[in-house]
């Protein structure tokens, strides 16, 4: 491209979207200027006073997982005042143009309009395909199914924390099936030398099997561990 040229404009990217409604008791909608307490985020939209979206953002693309934080965040805990509120993931799609962003039609989105699920106030709530698409294993209890006015008919899942696991941060299945673990004898006798030293940097491309090499190595010297996310 000349130094006369310019970038394109007017691109229009479909993303996919974790989406999240919100409900105070018996239906209602949330307090006003409750989703103020959500970070200023190039990965999170506002939708309205009761609705937000996690994107896919660089560093972060666990939508949904993010969307199960945020909820929290925003539900508080039992006692408070915000305990009150329920929430539900769900996925969906948007078109996003710089700041604008606009959810395709989603036949749950538009039931939900008209009709709340009959869920526990304080508890977060994904549909299953959500549940599915989470990154980390979480504790997962089957809810009463919603039924849309509109015949749509929704299995949901409430979720509880995540469950320590000597599985990798990323989910290790793909197209429902699950990836075998290669055994590299010669890096972890290289990694268990290396463990005695001061520090270490373990480097790989995505997906190698970095985590899960340094995981299993501090398992098998029973040491203790902070796991940190750096970018």
């Not at 993303?15 to 008791?25: G, H, M, N, S």
């Not at 993931?89 to 710089?98: D, F, L």
């Not at 549909?127 to 006015?149: D, I, N, Q, S, V």
């Not at 006798?189 to 190698?208: D, I, N, S």
Request: glycine residues 10%; neutral net charge; hydrophobic residues 40%.
């Amino acid at each position: 491209m000349s130094e006369t040229e310019s970038a394109p404009t007017g691109l229009r990217p479909r993303l996919p979207i974790a989406a999240v409604q919100l409900w105070a008791a018996g239906g209602g909608p949330p307090p006003a200027g409750m989703l103020a307490g959500l970070p200023a985020s190039a990965g999170i939209r506002v939708l309205g006073e009761d609705r937000f979206a996690v994107l896919p953002a660089a560093g972060d693309p666990a939508i949904f997982d993010t969307a199960v934080h945020w909820c929290r965040r925003l539900l508080g805990t039992p006692g408070e005042q915000s305990s009150a509120l329920s929430a539900l993931v769900a996925p969906g799609e948007a078109v996003v143009s710089g700041e604008s962003i606009e959810p395709l039609p989603d036949p749950l989105a538009n039931d939900l309009v008209e009709q709340a699920p009959a869920v526990e106030a304080g508890r977060v709530y994904l549909t299953a395909w959500a549940a599915k698409m989470l990154e980390r294993a979480h504790t997962l209890e089957a809810g009463a199914p919603y039924h849309g006015p509109s015949g749509t008919a929704v299995p949901l899942m409430e979720v509880g924390r995540p469950i320590p696991s000597p599985e990798p941060w990323r989910n290790p299945e793909i197209f429902n099936r699950r990836v075998e673990t290669v055994t590299r004898q010669e890096d972890e006798l290289r990694l268990r030398t290396a463990l005695g030293g001061v520090g270490l940097r373990l480097e790989g491309p995505p997906g190698c099997g970095k985590s899960r090499l340094l995981r299993g190595s501090l398992d098998e010297r029973r040491a203790p561990r902070i796991w940190l996310r750096a970018q």
